[in-house]
């Protein structure tokens, strides 16, 4: 399985943009990028997913390096809500099937007031 | 309001004795999985289904067993060959269809084995 890089942990300021990093220099043509996050004691949630181009939704934005091995998701305008382990995960190009997705440490944003 | 049931949220069991953990899902999702998540690490996969009737091992199955009889229902059993049951445990299900990109996650029980 190909393998992400993130930083152990970063900080940010309430109502400021978050860019979190992510290394996949192993990624192959076929593999999707996804986010997920987990709050204290929960289970993840999904944030978002890409494959070459960058990606928008009402959670945040990913931004995917144009040779794929690197890409960011951006909180445009974090609040103490957003604070919580962020996953990047490569997920493999499956037709049909279950998705074995592969969770690393992740990166723990921390939001100060 | 769809979503993924897991029960109890807090389990308390004695060393030697097998416990098992329930996971229900209202999502018509073919695909479901069992995680384990220790402290400050992330989360590992026990087994995973595709189908009913149907179940495979993930990355960490020793120590666990778990049964899929009905599409909502995905049990998992920790029995006492798990040498270090104490974690916390969590269900997700997925569609198995092309194109098919979000696991839901259950909001996870926490097992304390003493």
């Known amino acids: 399985d190909a393998k992400t890089t993130q930083p152990n942990s970063m900080e940010s300021n309430e109502e400021e943009p978050v860019h979190l990093p992510c290394n996949h220099s192993?990624?192959?043509?076929?593999?999707?990028i996804h986010w997920y996050r987990q709050l204290p004691s929960q289970g993840p949630e999904y944030v978002i997913h890409?494959?070459?181009s960058n990606v928008n939704n009402r959670m945040a934005s990913l931004a995917i390096a144009e040779d794929r091995k690197s890409s960011t998701l951006i909180l445009h305008r974090a609040t103490l809500r957003d604070a919580a382990v962020y996953y990047c995960?490569?997920?493999?190009?499956?037709?049909?099937?279950?998705?074995?997705?592969?969770f690393g440490q992740g990166t723990r944003l921390t939001i100060n007031p | 309001d769809g979503g993924i049931t897991q029960s109890p949220k807090y389990l308390f069991r004695k060393e030697g004795q097998n416990v098992t953990l329930s996971c229900e899902q209202n999502?018509?999702?073919?695909?479901m999985y069992w995680y384990r998540q220790d402290p400050g690490q992330g989360l590992r996969l026990i087994y995973y289904?595709?189908?009913?009737?149907?179940?495979q091992k993930g990355d960490i199955a020793e120590g666990y067993s778990v049964s899929r009889e009905k599409k909502e229902s995905f049990p998992l059993t920790v029995t006492s060959a798990q040498k270090n049951p104490t974690a916390f445990y969590l269900c997700?299900?997925?569609?198995?269809?092309?194109?098919?990109?979000?696991?839901?996650f259950g909001p996870g029980t926490r097992l304390t084995v003493t």
């Open positions: 997700a299900s997925s569609t198995r269809l092309a194109g098919g990109y979000e696991q839901y």
């Open positions: 890409g494959l070459t």
């Open positions: 999502l018509n999702h073919d695909a």
């Open positions: 995960i490569l997920r493999p190009l499956s037709i049909q099937g279950a998705q074995k997705l592969v």
């Open positions: 289904s595709q189908i009913v009737n149907d179940f």
């Open positions: 192993t990624i192959s043509g076929t593999d999707y």
